[in-house]
């Protein structure tokens, strides 16, 4: 049986109706059963980013070894952000900042998603971000869903064939960067219709993630 792929997707806003978050939602629902995708949902109880609590031996906060050990469980993440005052919001670079020090993120393929086709300068400063974090910033996975001004819910990106697509597309790359143990393999994405459409993509070597206790992700394997 293949093993599940986990994805854990983080959105930069912590604001209710985010777009963002709406368009990570769409994301499990169209990345199923391709990839399990679970959206983070604890950026806001994070505390400031202090070095002096980020040391060997230090006992971290619980919100911050959680979302080690929720980065560390996942195959791939997958990030998707606002701009604000042309810079990343403070709390998911805040998020990145306790991540900087440990080996979470070496390695990891990393996707990166924007809902709004505004934004020009906070997408470049992540990928700046993850790469200087040694994460594997995967190429076809960095793009933007412009839901800007209009009906941004799961049902309503599901049913664009346009957002669809790229989602499909982002999702892919994520897993052909963390597959490493099959020559080929047929990844299927479930279309706004319920049915199953399948791609059949030749897979390069790479990672393959190693697990901790804590998991978002419930099933392991
Ligand atoms: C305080 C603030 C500053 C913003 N600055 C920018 C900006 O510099 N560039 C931009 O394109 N949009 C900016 N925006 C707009 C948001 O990035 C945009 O509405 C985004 O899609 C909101 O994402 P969300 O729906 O996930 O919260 C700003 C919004 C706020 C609240």
Redesign the pocket.
């Known amino acids: 049986m293949e093993r599940i792929f986990h994805i854990l997707a983080i959105?930069?806003?912590?604001?209710a109706?985010?777009?963002?978050?709406?368009?990570l939602h769409a994301v499990a629902a169209i990345a199923a059963p391709a990839a399990n995708v679970v959206v983070y949902d604890q950026l806001g109880e994070l505390p400031h980013f202090n070095p002096d609590l980020d040391v060997e031996g230090a006992r971290l906060p619980d919100a911050v070894s959680d979302l080690k050990a929720f980065v560390d469980a996942a195959d791939a993440i997958l990030i998707?952000?606002?701009?604000?005052?042309?810079?990343v919001p403070g709390s998911l670079k805040n998020a990145l900042d306790w991540l900087v020090s440990g080996p979470e993120m070496v390695g990891k393929p990393a996707g990166l998603l924007?809902?709004?086709g505004?934004?020009?300068?906070?997408h470049k400063s992540l990928a700046e971000t993850l790469r200087t974090m040694s994460a594997n910033l995967v190429g076809n996975a960095v793009d933007v869903v412009p839901?800007?001004g209009r009906r941004?819910d799961v049902a309503a990106i599901r049913a664009d064939d346009s957002a669809r697509g790229t989602i499909e597309r982002v999702v892919t790359a994520l897993i052909l960067a963390a597959r490493s143990d099959l020559q080929q393999t047929h990844i299927f994405f479930r279309s706004s219709d319920a049915q199953l459409s399948s791609t059949t993509t030749l897979v390069r070597p790479a990672l393959v993630a190693s697990r901790t206790s804590r998991s978002p992700f419930g099933e392991t394997s």
Do not use: I, K, V
């Not at 109706?17 to 368009?23: D, G, H, P, V």
């Open positions: 959105s930069g806003s912590l604001r109706r985010s777009t963002n978050t709406q368009l998707s952000s606002p701009e604000y005052a042309h810079g924007c809902a709004s505004r934004s020009l300068y906070a839901l800007d941004s």
